[in-house]
């Protein structure tokens, strides 16, 4: 698989405070790529240099396999955590500006927009001044800035904050109808709950230092820990309970006189789950037989857990 | 390349199209031209306030030397008791009232003489008296000893002494004022050039970090190359701002030329006529026009082109300068008010350069004081050119000097703008607090 960008052992420090402690990424081309941490844990700092606002101390900073150079500015578009437009520009006039800096043509710039602006029905907004807008219309007009140039690479930082529930989901179409074009993504947020429907690949970053990495199907195997969730149509939901946990590890289980309605966690440390079905069946119907799967956000506080506990 | 002409073309037009920019132009030429008039006005009131004195003579050594002129009048009162006198002038409202006793002498006459006043009397009026007392006492001095009434009125004579360089330029009295105040004038203008436009600079920056947009443009374009087109950008609409003004203000000042009746062929005639004139000639009467003549003849003979020229190498470079720092300012706070105690810093050798210019270039343009000043780079924008007025090279500012200045201030100039990129840089992506002096050095060396 191509890599869109590298980082080979990227550290920055302010003064004694370390930002980024020898990070490195690898980011496919094509996919949308979650780069997760807490709030000051060095991801805005990395992509700050990934946009060349800041060097790193030390390390490189492949794109597309060439060392990052300036020329690639104009194949990355960013949308900073802290954005904003210029507040007495008119909407028009200040996107065409800040396309043109992105090395857009005027003619080529003012089509473009133009197909963005219908997209998102807001034509009407170009003659009025960015003060007159809501925060979530502003939004809309930072987010069409952000992708018209077309780059190859597109970084988000924390892009559904400011958006109603709507919107978030209409800029979440967005984000995925550019990636079947194939942009390639960054997507640095700290709320995991975004991450699950929208990346293929994370990258968690804690105290300066990459703490976890990787496609987020093999990640969620990795963490998964066998446990089954069951549920059993039953009368006598206390017997079978104590007569499985002789032969099993049970945990969180619940019953239900009034329903017949019995769940359980089981986790399966030796045999395998089609004996345990067997079992189970032989006591009473089964309703549901589920394995849970951690979500991201279970992951990344079991990892800095650890990594706590661990340091 | 292409995005710094954005850039600047962004600034200029945010400047040039804001509301309080386009008020402040049309509205600042109106207030000078009114200032002018009420200045006239005011000046015109003072003058017509004649200063009324009455003389009571009971002396025969005066008779005819009380002579009303523009400012002060004389009126002779005789045969009256001293106090019905004193009254009279009191009740009629007259500044004061001058008493010459009879004597059998002068010098008794000017002893006992009084000057009755409502207050004391101001300096000019008391000096005007003492002057006509002193003339007749030296008259009368020097006849004892042989010297005739019409020998006294040739001594009298006025004497005026003439000032040449060593090349034999001649100099023209007066001359180095109008010179230094020209000079000051250009100085002056710089220094409010840098404080407005130095202001926009830090506010401007001061925007874009609290619409939080810096980031998004920097993602595009380097740090530098915003400052610097900010800086541009807005000493252009500055430059526009300027250019209208002079329009205006000409426009202006014609139609008050035409509106109050002053006859402006009268200049031109002095001109023409200045051609002929010749300086050795001019001090001898006296006479107020053959002066204004010889002035404005100096005044072509400033040397406009070279003055004019190191004006703008000057103000490009002290403007460039002070906005730099004006845009690290303007990184390193969160908002205006945090900009305070940056910003005093660097008003203050602004400040310093105007007072030590007015005060200490208009007595001796080439003193020590003023050379210095007009060396440090960050005084000799303004020092400089206040110096420059009274000409280059021989009798006027040695050449060494303009190009160790101008070499300083461009070495300052790469120095600052390192520096202030340097902060500017760091701090637009600070947001929270207001940093120290301390913090500014630390930034430096990220």
Redesign the interface.
């Known amino acids: 698989m191509n890599h869109i960008l590298v980082t080979k052992e990227v550290s920055k420090s ?2 004694d405070y370390t930002a980024l402690n020898k990070i490195s990424l690898e980011i496919p081309e094509n996919s949308i790529y979650g780069l997760l941490g807490p709030n000051g844990a060095g991801k805005t700092s990395l992509i ?1 240099i990934i ?3 800041t060097h790193p101390d030390s390390g490189e900073v492949f794109f597309n396999g060439e060392l990052l150079n300036p020329n690639h ?1 104009a194949m ?1 578009g ?1 949308l ?1 955590e ?8 008119k909407v028009g006039e200040q996107a065409l ?2 396309a ?4 857009m043509s005027k003619t080529e710039a003012q089509k473009k927009l133009k197909y963005w602006f219908d997209r998102f029905e807001i034509g009407d907004w170009w003659n009025k001044k960015v003060q007159e807008l809501s925060k979530g219309m502003a939004q809309k007009v ?1 987010f069409i ?1 952000t992708v018209l140039h077309e780059p190859k690479l597109l970084i988000f930082d924390e892009p559904f904050s400011g958006f109603d529930p709507i919107n978030a989901n209409i800029i979440k179409d967005e984000i995925l109808e550019l990636k079947k074009k194939g942009t390639s993504i960054i997507f640095s947020t700290h709320r995991m709950e975004s991450v699950e429907e929208l990346c293929e690949h994370i990258a968690l970053i804690y105290q300066s230092e990459k703490i976890l990495d990787g496609r987020l199907t093999d990640i969620k195997r990795e963490y998964k820990k066998n446990i089954f969730e069951v549920g059993m149509q039953t009368s006598n939901g206390l017997e079978i309970v104590s007569d499985l946990k002789n032969h099993f590890t049970i945990s969180e289980e619940s019953f239900d006189a009034i329903e017949n309605q019995l769940n359980f966690n089981l986790q399966i440390v030796s045999k395998t789950s089609r004996e345990i079905l067997t079992h189970l069946a032989s006591k009473a119907p089964i309703n549901h037989f589920l394995e849970k799967i951690p979500t991201a956000n279970d992951i990344f506080i079991e990892t800095i857990q650890n990594k706590g506990s661990n340091g | 390349m292409d995005k710094l002409l954005l850039i600047i073309k962004r600034e200029y037009l945010a400047k040039v199209r804001n509301k309080s920019f386009v008020i402040m132009t049309f509205l600042s030429p109106l207030l000078m031209v009114a200032m002018v008039v009420l200045i006239a006005f005011l000046t015109k009131l003072n003058d017509s306030e004649k200063q009324i004195i009455t003389v009571l003579n009971e002396s025969d050594f005066f008779s005819n030397e009380f002579v009303t002129t523009e400012t002060t009048s004389y009126i002779n009162l005789k045969d009256l008791p001293l106090d019905v006198a004193i009254d009279s002038t009191e009740n009629m409202g007259y500044y004061g009232m001058l008493h010459i006793p009879e004597a059998s002498n002068i010098e008794d006459v000017a002893i006992k003489t009084f000057f009755y006043t409502k207050e004391a009397p101001s300096t000019t009026v008391l000096e005007k008296l003492e002057s006509i007392f002193k003339t007749r006492l030296e008259q009368d001095r020097l006849y004892e000893i042989g010297v005739s009434k019409q020998q006294f009125a040739t001594i009298q004579e006025p004497y005026t002494m003439q000032t040449a360089t060593f090349s034999g330029e001649l100099n023209v009295k007066g001359f180095n004022e109008i010179k230094a105040f020209i000079g000051g004038g250009f100085g002056y203008l710089i220094m409010m050039f840098i404080i407005i436009y130095g202001g926009f600079v830090m506010r401007s920056v001061i925007e874009e970090k609290t619409s939080r947009i810096i980031e998004v443009i920097i993602s595009s374009v380097k740090p530098f190359q915003l400052m610097m087109g900010k800086i541009i950008g807005t000493s252009l609409a500055g430059i526009t701002q300027f250019a209208i003004w002079i329009i205006s203000a000409s426009i202006l000042l014609t139609a008050v030329v035409f509106f109050f009746d002053i006859d402006p062929s009268s200049f031109d005639a002095a001109n023409q006529m200045g051609v002929q004139a010749v300086p050795a000639a001019m001090p001898s009467v006296g006479m107020v026009n053959e002066k204004i003549i010889a002035l404005g003849m100096e005044v072509y003979k400033i040397p406009w082109v070279m003055l004019i020229s190191f004006f703008i190498v000057y103000f490009l470079l002290g403007y460039l300068i002070y906005s730099s720092i004006y845009a690290a300012i303007g990184a390193a706070v969160d908002n205006e008010t945090d900009t305070q105690q940056f910003v005093f810093p660097v008003i203050m050798p602004l400040m310093l350069a105007i007072y030590v210019g007015f005060f200490s270039v208009f007595n001796n343009p080439h003193g020590p004081t003023a050379v210095a000043f007009s060396l440090f780079p960050l005084t000799s924008p303004i020092v400089m050119l206040m110096r420059l007025s009274s000409g280059l090279g021989e009798g006027g500012v040695p050449i060494w000097q303009l190009v160790v200045s101008i070499l300083l201030l461009i070495i300052t100039f790469i120095g600052i703008v390192w520096f202030a990129a340097k902060i500017y840089r760091i701090g637009i992506l600070m947001y929270g607090k207001k940093p120290s002096y301390k913090e500014l050095y630390k930034w430096l060396k990220y």
Not at chain 1, 82 to 89: A, D, I, N, V
């Open positions: 302010y003064g700050r946009n060349q606002i500015i990355i960013y900073p802290e954005r904003g437009l210029y507040k007495s520009m500006y800040l043109q800096l992105k090395g930072q800035v």
